[in-house]
């Protein structure tokens, strides 16, 4: 077995200019896409009326849009071994405003297999920026010498906030969806393309050794590397999957649930509901923004256990709660253990090597956990309560928290015994 130690605190090596320019570089993708994800979204409502979609329509919209995300992850990674991250990030882009300009024209003529059609490569084109942007954030995160993924997940969701209130903005001047979302196109071409630009320039002048072993730059295939599919069932893969699914399962439960449950708990109006989910987020956020020197004082292995159980914790104490105060700390407990939770795991599967092919199989299942796990709970919640169901989601995250010690403490195998 290797001697590499996985679960080592991120070292605190004086960074070379190159890498702070490859973490702006990043940031940049991250922001991007968070914008343009949040500012078509949150125009559904209007697609729907537009497009003559009901509820149903407007779920088969969502459903294809998540049907491409996860078929197309699993190829992603191999992807990114074979061509190289910034690559296949320029292809993300190119389908993305492949993606924007579809959903556009649909709306204008009206055609609702053109809509699907165009979310089914909307989530392909999400799968593809989100396997090579996460190995890039690990290699940024390398060549920086402390962690910083988890800040580029802060900026996602800051940046997605931002493409809600110009979505909100647009929506309230009159702008209808097909203009918005082609504008949207363009976003993409410009924002997009000139970060992908900017990446093929970073790795042109970066040490091909380096950009091998993460997996930003393609590789010589052995035949061995081939069947790298063997990655998805090793152990420490597996348990990082279920760090990450627990962790994304809980995420999505809170985006989806935590407002009915309060309604339905606390007799509280919807408007009071939606802050609730707030909490969540402003805590989540400053976890991730804050929670970086934490990670390097701690260890990854130690940082994934307390992120599962300060998050069973807040989920316990919002479902248990028998007044609005208590759950309002539950919802911010919650939102702080749910921080750092999948970044760090991402982080902790690129430092096993292969980054590209361990980044996309745990991304998978967080994938799995976002489009079945709101659907599950609600089944959940109609059969014994949504109290019960949205607390069943402690159980999993405590899977969790065994899952990533025991992931934390497997050695990483050595490929040339």
């Not at 702070?20 to 949040?38: D, K, P, Q, T």
């Not at 993924?149 to 997605?160: K, N, R, T």
Request: proline share 5%; net charge positive.
């Amino acid at each position: 077995m290797s001697g590499r130690v996985v679960d080592a605190p991120v070292g605190r090596a004086t960074a070379s200019p190159g890498a702070w320019r490859l973490r702006a570089l990043v940031l940049a993708a991250y922001c991007v896409n968070g914008f343009s994800l949040a500012a078509w979204t949150v125009r559904l409502p209007a697609i729907g009326v537009e497009a003559g979609l009901d509820a149903g329509g407007l779920g088969r919209l969502l459903m294809a849009n998540a049907l491409g995300t996860l078929v197309t992850i699993p190829l992603a990674g191999r992807w990114v071994q074979r061509a190289g991250a910034p690559r296949v990030y320029l292809a993300a882009t190119v389908g993305f405003v492949l993606a924007y300009g579809g959903l556009a024209a649909a709306l204008h003529a009206g055609t609702l297999p053109g809509l699907l059609g165009a979310a089914v490569l909307h989530g392909a084109a999400f799968a593809l920026t989100n396997v090579p942007q996460a190995v890039l954030g690990t290699e940024a995160e390398r060549r920086v010498g402390r962690t910083v993924l988890p800040q580029f997940h802060a900026a996602y969701s800051i940046a997605g906030a931002a493409g809600a209130a110009v979505g909100g903005a647009a929506a309230a001047a009159g702008v209808g969806p097909a203009a918005q979302i082609a504008a949207l196109a363009a976003v993409a071409a410009l924002g997009r393309g000139a970060v992908s630009l900017l990446l093929r320039g970073d790795h042109a002048h970066a040490p091909r050794a380096h950009l091998e072993r993460s997996g930003e730059h393609p590789a010589p295939v052995a035949p061995r590397a081939r069947r790298r599919t063997g990655v998805w069932l090793e152990r420490p893969t597996v348990l990082l999957g279920v760090v990450v699914f627990g962790a994304a399962l809980s995420e999505g439960a809170a985006n989806s649930w935590m407002a009915p449950l309060v309604v339905e708990a606390l007799a509280v109006d919807e408007g009071a509901a939606a802050t609730f989910v707030s909490v969540f987020l402003v805590a989540q956020t400053a976890g991730r923004l804050l929670g970086g020197g934490l990670v390097d004082r701690a260890g990854r292995g130690a940082t994934l256990v307390t992120s599962a159980l300060v998050s069973a914790v807040g989920v316990l104490v919002l479902v248990t709660a028998g007044s609005v105060p208590v759950a309002y700390a539950g919802a911010g407990v919650w939102g702080l253990g749910a921080a750092l939770a999948v970044p760090v795991a991402v982080s902790l599967a690129a430092a096993r090597g292969d980054a590209a092919a361990r980044i996309a199989a745990v991304t998978s299942l967080a994938s799995l956990a976002n489009v079945a796990g709101p659907p599950a709970i609600g089944a959940v919640g109609d059969a014994v309560g949504l109290p019960w169901a949205v607390g069943g989601v402690a159980v999993v995250l405590l899977a969790g928290a065994v899952a990533g010690r025991a992931a934390a403490r497997t050695p990483p195998r050595d490929d040339r015994a």
